[in-house]
Nanobody, 124 residues
Framework: QVQLVESGGGLVQAGGSLRLSCAASGRTFSAYVMGWFRQTPGKEREFVAAINRSGGSTGYVDFVKGRFTISRDNAKNTVYLQMNSLKPEDTAVYYC?????????????????WGQGTQVTVSS
């Protein structure tokens, strides 16, 4: 069992930055591929970014490339999402996800564990 707890969301002006964190419980964090997803009301949850078990490979959805960076610290059981040049359309609830099986890092939808989400609001 893995529990994921996100933090770092909040209100920011367009062009600003936020850093999301996702702390995982358990001693097998490094066994999981980790990802970030987001969801807005009335829309399906969408993939944002993912990172492999070692942190050596990452993948992003096109609309965040060059602005968002995913990273992980396996010693701290934590995955991060650095978000720069934020736009109002980035407003969403952001979720952390963990997946034990290998997957294409440029997009996936199924995970073994999900966090509770953290709200990010970007004002214009």
């Amino acid at each position: 069992q893995v529990q994921l707890v996100e933090s770092g969301g909040g209100l920011v002006q367009a062009g600003g930055s936020l850093r999301l964190s996702c702390a995982a419980s358990g001693r097998t964090f490094s066994a999981y591929v980790m990802g970030w997803f987001r969801q807005t009301p009335g829309k399906e949850r969408e993939f944002v970014a993912a990172i492999n078990r070692s942190g050596g490979s990452t993948g992003y959805v096109d609309f965040v490339k060059g602005r968002f960076t995913i990273s992980r610290d396996n010693a701290k059981n934590t995955v991060y999402l650095q978000m720069n040049s934020l736009k109002p359309e980035d407003t969403a609830v952001y979720y952390c996800a963990a997946r034990i099986s290998s997957v294409r890092l440029t997009g996936w939808s199924n995970a073994d564990y999900w966090g509770q989400g953290t709200q990010v609001t970007v004002s214009s």
